[in-house]
């Protein structure tokens, strides 16, 4: 027998109809009023920008890296390139664009990271030499994202007892994007004496003192719309000259006093997004040098050296990262000329001495992944490889594989803040090599 529904429950029905339509309604508005804020946003003419939040940076150097200036028309794609570019400069842990208000102002909210650091460094190689120095580099110098570096470097003999040392020092000033213009240019230098390792089959077999008197310079030019973005080419000279004096061991026919006077062209093409803590994106790069009697050189040496980055997203802040580096050396090719491509930032697994050679192939894959969600450590997994040319006369070992793991652990408030620490198995050697350095391996 069917009854038909009384009031109170038809009124039931009907309220709670009622309440879906208005909450579906609510989304949709809640949906539409990003858009709608977008739309009108979309072309409105700018007025003016104000900036919030510096502390060791110049205004100036914000405004040059953003796609539009007071006068433009605001673009729904500003926002999001402006914020970019802004991380990619690498001194800012914090960057928001908002679109125009009212007035016409765009709001560009930042948080400044600390430029300087003052780093110790200490090293020892398995045959007991050690080393010990100290760095300074400033990353923002005059707010204006100039770099300069001062380093000092003495040799500590065995285990750091002393006996026969020498001490070196270096120094770098970049000065990027001159007169706020597309051109930057970097000055270097190095003095002093140093030890030399002269390897075979990653054994030392000699050592010498090494007086090195080295100056440096080179332009870049960037012609995509900031330095940090597109294309780029580099014109460089370098001035160099070595004095060997040998301390032990027998004397090796290529250690030999040499002056060289190169000239040099590189090309390169970067696209990245650096979120602080990770980074998508590519760049790539080509340089070939060019040592000739003709400019004064004592020796004639080629060198090409060419390399590939690609930093994928495969999962949520989780990287897949790959390496793909190589290089070839023709000419007087002298044992400081050869390449060493052992070491924390190299094929890993490895030390300085044991993989050297005139013409070398590496590559890497790593994962690399915050161990939560916004955190400032991250967990990598790698594998690196390397070849080298069998004609290289310091190293039988043609083919080298190193695995290991590492740690990442960045201080968001100081520029180029991320300490590495990774072990690595050496396949060829059969050693664990530990290795504790900034920022990431490549």
């Given amino acids: 027998m069917s009854h038909a529904p009384n009031d109170k429950a038809m009124f039931n029905m009907g309220f709670s109809a009622i309440r879906c339509l208005l909450l579906t309604a609510m989304l949709l508005l809640a949906w539409a009023m990003p858009a709608a804020a977008s739309a009108d946003a979309n072309g409105q003419l700018i007025k003016g920008i104000a900036i919030e939040g510096l502390k060791y940076t110049r205004p100036r150097t914000v405004l040059r890296a953003l796609p539009f200036t007071k006068g433009d028309r605001w673009q729904d794609s500003d926002a999001e390139e402006s914020e970019r570019r802004l991380r990619n400069l690498g001194i800012f842990s914090e960057a928001h664009v908002s679109p125009p208000d009212a007035n016409g102002i765009v709001h560009v909210r930042i948080s400044d990271r600390w430029p300087v650091w003052l780093l110790p460094e200490i090293s020892r190689h398995d045959n007991g030499n050690t080393t010990a120095g100290a760095t300074f580099t400033d990353y923002n110098l005059w707010g204006l994202g100039h770099q300069v570096r001062l380093a000092y470097r003495k040799d500590t003999g065995k285990n ?63 012609f995509g719309p900031v330095p940090t973005q597109g294309p780029t080419l580099t014109l460089g000279y370098d001035s160099t000259t070595t004095a060997y004096t040998l301390l032990g061991g027998p004397a090796q026919s290529d250690v030999q006093d040499q002056r060289r006077h190169s000239l040099s062209l590189g090309l390169g093409y970067q696209w990245l997004d650096n979120h602080i803590t990770w980074i998508t994106g590519q760049r790539m790069g080509y340089n070939i040098s060019a040592a000739n009697k003709a400019f004064g050189s004592s020796v004639q040496v080629y060198r090409q050296t060419a390399y590939y980055r690609l930093y994928y997203p495969y999962a949520d802040e989780k990287t897949l990262d790959f390496r793909l580096d190589g290089g070839m050396a023709t000419g007087d090719v002298l044992r400081d000329g050869v390449f060493d491509i052992g070491g924390g930032t190299g094929v890993r697994g490895y030390i300085g001495g044991e993989l050297q050679g005139s013409a070398y192939a590496e590559g890497s894959i790593e994962s690399r992944m915050l161990i939560q969600h916004d955190s400032n450590v991250q967990w990598v997994a790698f594998t690196d490889l390397g070849w080298l040319a069998r004609k290289a006369q310091v190293n039988s070992k043609t083919f080298a594989v190193g695995t290991g793991t590492g740690i990442r652990w960045t201080l968001r408030w100081l520029v180029n803040g991320t300490i590495r620490a990774d072990a690595a198995y050496g396949w060829a050697t059969h050693k664990w090599r530990f290795y504790l350095g900034t920022g990431q391996a490549f």
């Fill in 160 to 222: 750091f007892s002393g006996g026969t040392t020498g001490s070196s020092y270096s120094a770098n000033y970049n000065w990027y994007r001159i007169a706020d213009s597309m051109w930057s240019m970097n000055m270097y230098g190095t003095r002093g004496r140093q030890i030399f390792d002269a390897y075979n089959n990653g054994v030392v077999q000699s050592q010498y003192l090494n007086k090195v008197d080295s100056t440096g310079l080179s332009l870049q030019r960037a």
